[in-house]
């Protein structure tokens, strides 16, 4: 988003500019070396700077503390998450752009154990250890419960100085991203990246789908809201849905732009209170295909409007992956809404097999940001906050307190 104004932006329709950073390093001088890292905003946004002391420098203190931020970010970012923790450094962007290149794996070559004489960082090993564990036991889970909320952990210890304890927390998604590059006197060089990891994933049987579609609730989005809301009431949290039909499609601009008009004396749009709100955008389409990759996107990003469309009978059926606040819950029981979260991760796959039909049908000129209608067959979501003020996240959610390194 280029800035016209404070206030004021337009989408530079290219993705640029892109962030571009260059570095000198004088043991490769005949040697160029890429990091390139495709990034959207959902796990940079919860990547976070903690401003500590030394208090937190002790096992049961850290390890509490390390709890509950992880909580707090939640499934915002699509887990399983590749976690970094950084603790030290000589200044907050020292520590933060450790932290960023941790969660590429960029460090993994660190010493492994520090040294009073040159103050160097380290990737504490055993730390990594007792993280990975502990986030096994926060309930959390790849999105909806389980244990498997990171897929591994690095944790670098920095140098500080005696005043501060900066402490920085990056997470990979699970759509990770990164790859590596070189040119060298022998020709360029790009890092071979794995090109079918379903081979890594258990061998799904014929058995395992009709044991899994047992419990599945079809939910015709087109036969009308009132309708809509009266099936969705009688499917508890948790509850796994399919969906068929129309979804209206518009997150931050489209929502920061109907409000603005609203508050002007302008009525809701109709869609809004039509269709289920679906908050995502599209990548380009494919040659071939109805749509490009189309996953949903963060769904906290919009509770700060969730309360102000219900009231005007909007945004009644919600569609995005993540955790919610409260806000959001509350508001739900108070006007009879849903929120369904789908799966973050998978927006190609979704797009090629649920996504029928798309066009724009309000503000074209926000680009992806444009509120679109689609057609969907089979898409999948879950119950995860109902119209009775419960929300699947709630408990695991809750704070706990940690005895030792790793454990409840």
């Known amino acids: 988003m280029a800035p016209i104004t404070m206030w004021e932006e337009k989408n530079t329709g290219n993705n640029l500019p892109a962030q571009i950073e ?3 390093d004088s043991d490769h001088p005949d040697e160029y070396s890429f990091l390139f890292i495709a990034k959207g905003g959902g796990s940079a946004n919860k990547s976070f700077l903690y401003q500590e002391t030394k208090a937190v420098l002790n096992p049961d203190t850290f390890y509490t503390w390390v709890a509950d931020k ?3 970010i939640g499934t915002a970012a699509c887990p399983p998450y590749h976690l970094a923790i950084v603790i030290g450094g000589t200044s907050a962007e020292h520590n933060v752009k450790t932290a960023k290149l941790a969660s590429t794996k960029y460090l993994d070559s660190l010493p492994t154990s520090g040294d009073p ?7 504490d090993l ?13 309930g959390i889970g790849a999105q909806f419960g389980g244990k498997y909320f990171c897929h591994d952990v690095r944790v670098v210890r920095l140098p500080r100085h005696g005043a501060s304890v900066p402490i920085s927390i990056a997470i990979s998604c699970s759509a990770d991203r990164q790859a590596k590059a070189k040119i060298t006197h022998e020709g360029i060089f790009i890092e071979d990246l794995e090109r079918d990891p379903a081979h890594f994933l258990p061998d799904t049987t014929q058995a395992h789908l009709i044991e899994s579609d047992a419990n599945l609730i079809t ?15 009688t499917c508890p949290v948790k509850t796994r ?7 209206v499609v518009a997150r931050d601009l489209a929502h920061a732009r109907i409000r603005t008009a609203m508050e002007a004396g302008e009525p809701m749009p109709s869609y809004l209170r039509d269709y289920a709100v679906y908050y995502a955008g599209p990548a380009k389409t494919p040659e071939g295909y109805a749509s490009g990759s189309f996953g949903p996107t963060t769904a906290g990003r919009m509770d700060s409007y969730v309360n ?4 005007h009978g909007g945004s009644m059926v919600m569609l995005a992956k993540g955790n919610r606040s ?3 819950t509350d508001s739900c029981k108070e006007f009879g809404g849903f929120y369904l979260g789908s799966i973050g991760g998978p927006a190609a796959r979704l797009a090629q097999d649920c996504i029928k039909k798309v066009e724009v049908l309000d503000f074209e000129d926000l680009g992806m940001e444009a509120v679109w209608k689609i057609d969907v067959v089979d898409f999948p979501a879950f119950v995860v906050v109902d119209n009775k003020g419960n929300d699947f996240f709630a408990e695991t959610l809750r704070p706990m307190t940690i005895g030792k390194p790793g454990s409840v």
């Open 22 to 24: 260059i570095y000198a």
């Open 241 to 247: 849905l399919s969906l068929t039909g129309t979804l």
């Open 326 to 328: 409260k806000a959001v």
């Open 126 to 138: 055993e730390v990594e250890e007792e993280v990975l564990k502990l986030t096994r036991t926060l």
């Open 308 to 311: 102000y469309f219900q009231s």
């Open 117 to 123: 004489a040159t103050g160097h960082g380290f990737r």
């Open 219 to 233: 939910i015709d989005l087109n036969q009308g809201m009132e309708k809509v809301l009266e099936q969705l009431s």
């Open 70 to 72: 992880l909580r707090s």
